[in-house]
């Protein structure tokens, strides 16, 4: 890394509604490169666009942070040296600067209407503000400010020559200076713009490296000049692309639910699987076991050692959600059994079950290798939480080959046997259960396929016996004679 001052990198979320999937890839992006660098990850909010601002949207930044593991350094809850750390919060600030270009002669007035704007843009051919704003005087000012008219700061761009910023991952980015716009850099109403506010707020925060989203990318140059004219030194810049949905285009909050950051959190994810993924999305990484081999499955720590802004890739990667929940899988799978047991309690809780924590410890070893998502225990296992269980029909207890006397027969006989047993460890079930099956004609799969759908209500579950054990004796009784009662009813 070139850049010789101390590694300070910003994310900078406007609170307008859930946390795009692509931010939280840029917040992880900033984190790993503070923390490749020993430098510092700082939060900022841009809440400068008041239309769009909403206040519970603060809270969910927040909150996703930290579901994430990004915890920042500076920011809006912490302090810092540098704050306040939301930008409504320092409008003089901004007011002072748009000024100093002004008395400067980098900047100027402008009191067109928005409908005024709109002739000027159609006269112009689309090709946006004609710049007439700058041949007015300060007598003109003063007769417009009497006249009651509003005004906007805007800057003003060198009308020769070119302009090149070197962008970390893309390259040299040249563009000719007749083609950039004197964009706004303070409203009417005493708010900055991005362009501005970022400015700014980069200088006075010490922020060593910008890394942002494409989509700024053509504001690059405009930033630069705006740099130049202040006096000030552009920090490094690297825009990240673009995540794009499988099925084509950018992924959008709009169009997919899996484009918000809470869809992964209210729907069983793990935060270490996200952002083992999201390193996946548009960086080439290159994360090592201790034999030296490349591994799919890592932690943002280890991604950190190694993390590299340059060979961050320059276009749109798409977002597999199917590797995304084949890593949550591999991630569950590596969690201590207490953890994920924890873990499981709340959409357990939130499905409208009472969970006993014994239970639960007991129960998750059974399914830690059969989930992939958190969600998923409520369907794999929600029976073991449950008073009472019926199969979805009588049917559905009979296994093929066999009719409903036979299975009502055979599941009679599993009763006495296990109700006779001297312990009820799975072992001990088995031992008794297959020689049970064989004395009765029938193969394991016929006997065991009727007591899982009894003592379970369904076809597929975890481990037969492993299961009756941690139901226990009694309950597990219980539910095969309900089940042969249900076999014995008139059809």
Same mark, same amino acid.
């Given at each position: ?402 009719? !409903? *006397? @036979? $299975?009502?027969? %055979?599941?009679? &006989? ?5 109700? =006779? /047993?001297?312990?009820? !460890? *799975? @072992? $001990?079930?088995? %031992?008794?259960? &297959? ?5 009765? =004609? /029938? ?49």
């Amino acid at each position: 890394m070139a850049e010789s001052r101390p590694v300070r990198v910003r994310f900078a979320p406007s609170p307008t509604g859930d946390m795009h999937i692509g931010g939280a890839r840029t917040a992880l992006f900033n984190w790993l490169f503070a923390h490749r660098y020993g430098g510092k990850f700082i939060l900022r909010i841009e809440d400068t666009d008041q239309k769009r601002t909403r206040e519970e949207s603060l809270g969910g930044i927040l909150d996703g942070l930290h579901w994430l593991g990004l915890q920042w350094d500076e920011g809006p809850d912490i302090g810092g040296p540098y704050g306040p750390y939301i930008q409504s919060e320092r409008l003089d600030i901004y007011q002072k600067w748009a000024q100093w270009l002004v008395d400067n002669g980098r900047a100027y007035r402008a009191y067109e209407t928005p409908e005024e704007l709109d002739e000027i843009s159609k006269a112009n051919k689309g090709m946006g503000y004609d710049r007439r704003g700058r041949s007015l005087t300060p007598d003109d000012w003063a007769r417009l400010d009497a006249e009651g008219r509003k005004y906007v700061i805007r800057f003003k761009v060198p009308l020769e020559g070119e302009t090149t910023v070197i962008d970390l991952v893309r390259g040299p980015i040249t563009v000719q200076n007749e083609k950039l716009q004197d964009l706004v850099l303070l409203k009417s109403d005493g708010y900055p713009t991005y362009h501005l506010a970022n400015v700014v707020d980069d200088h006075l925060m010490e922020i060593s490296h910008i890394i942002r989203a494409e989509e700024w990318i053509s504001t690059a140059p405009f930033h630069k000049q705006l740099y130049a004219a202040l006096g000030w030194q552009m920090p490094a810049i690297a825009h990240v692309p673009v995540i794009l949905h499988p099925n084509g285009g950018k992924i959008s909050k709009r169009k997919h639910p899996e484009a918000a950051l809470s869809y992964f959190i209210q729907n069983g994810y793990l935060p270490e699987a996200v952002t083992n993924f999201l390193c996946n999305v548009g960086w080439n990484y290159g994360v090592l076991d201790e034999q030296g081999n490349e591994v799919q499955v890592f932690t943002k720590e280890q991604a950190a050692a190694i993390f590299d802004i340059t060979k961050v890739t320059t276009s749109g990667t798409k977002f597999d959600v199917v590797k995304l929940q084949w890593l949550n899988g591999e991630h569950i799978r590596r969690m201590p059994v207490a953890e994920l047991a924890e873990k499981l309690r709340r959409p357990l809780e939130k499905a409208g079950y009472t969970v006993n924590s014994d239970l639960l410890l007991r129960v998750t070893p059974l399914i830690q290798e059969r989930i992939k998502l958190l969600n998923d225990v409520v369907e794999v296992a929600g029976f073991f939480f449950r008073e009472d269980v019926i199969p979805e029909s009588p049917a559905s207890l009979i296994p093929k080959k066999m009719d !409903a *006397a @036979q $299975t009502a027969s %055979a599941l009679q &006989r599993a009763y006495e046997t296990l109700a =006779g /047993l001297p312990d009820f !460890a *799975a @072992q $001990t079930q088995e %031992a008794a259960l &297959r020689p049970l099956a064989e004395s009765l =004609g /029938l193969n394991p799969g016929q006997l065991f396929g009727a007591l899982r759908v009894a003592v379970t209500g369904k076809t597929v579950s975890p481990p037969l016996f492993e299961t009756m054990e941690v139901l226990g004796r009694e309950v597990a009784l219980a539910r095969i004679k309900k089940a042969i009662e249900l076999l014995s009813q008139p059809t």
